[in-house]
């Protein structure tokens, strides 16, 4: 897969992508990441990507033509079209594990970061084809949502994770939270790891495993218990036991 990212500070992206999974990715030619200077694609000589906003009030917005031109630009480079571009944006639709699954289906990944107030409405209503929100809070642009996004996405490509660090167990995978974990010592400042998890039974301690996070979704997280797969007698079990 290869990822366009289209923003005002690539230079934001080096680190995160040289230390995490993604270069792992990377260096396994399975996966290249490019991040793009929208400015580089202005045509006066400030280098001018933002202006006042039509209507007035505060702030700048992202001009549309170098946001377009560097769009189209990129996809000259690759050579595809009918890729997802994705806008990052706090009007976009909840960020979900389920959007990154959809997102790792393809060769070719778009993402547009926008910075100051806003962006240009055009930009979303006739380049972008998806516009996503990774949460309800303020960010100082889309840099950062893109690299969770990206982070998201690469780790679902096959080949990219180790065969023990399995995707299916995670968090959100089947709906519900991880259970608690513990690992050595099995006594520290005198707080102990749940007994069971050192019996050797494995058929208890799968249960165990499975009353957690049923009871820690129930807990923490009721709107994920509406959709998760659950028994009538694992639903039953949850109102007995909260
Ligand atoms: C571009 N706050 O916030 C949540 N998801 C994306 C964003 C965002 C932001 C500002 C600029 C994206």
Known sequence: ?????????????VS????????????????QVVAHNIRDYTHDRHGTADDYPYGGGAGMVLKPEPVFEAA?????????????VVLLTPQGRPFTQRIAAGLSEYANLMLICGHYEGIDERVAENLATD???????????????AMVVVDSVVRLIPGVLGSDESVTDDSHADGLLEYPQYTRPERYRGWDVPP????????????????????????RRPDLLEKATLTDKERAWISDNS
Request: aromatic content about 6%; overall charge negative; hydrophobic content about 45%.
């Open 196 to 219: 069971i998890l050192l019996s050797g039974n494995h058929g208890e301690i799968a249960a165990w495993r499975r009353r957690q996070s049923l009871l820690r979704t129930a807990a």
């Open 16 to 31: 995160p992508f040289s230390h995490s999974i993604v270069k792992r990715a990377e260096e396994r030619g399975l996966v």
């Open 72 to 84: 189209e630009h990129i996809g000259q480079l690759t050579g595809v079209d009918n890729i997802p």
């Open 1 to 13: 897969m290869r990822i366009d990212i289209l923003c005002l500070f690539p230079e934001m992206f």
């Open 131 to 145: 516009e996503i929100s990774i949460g309800d809070y303020v960010l100082t642009g889309g840099e950062l949502a």
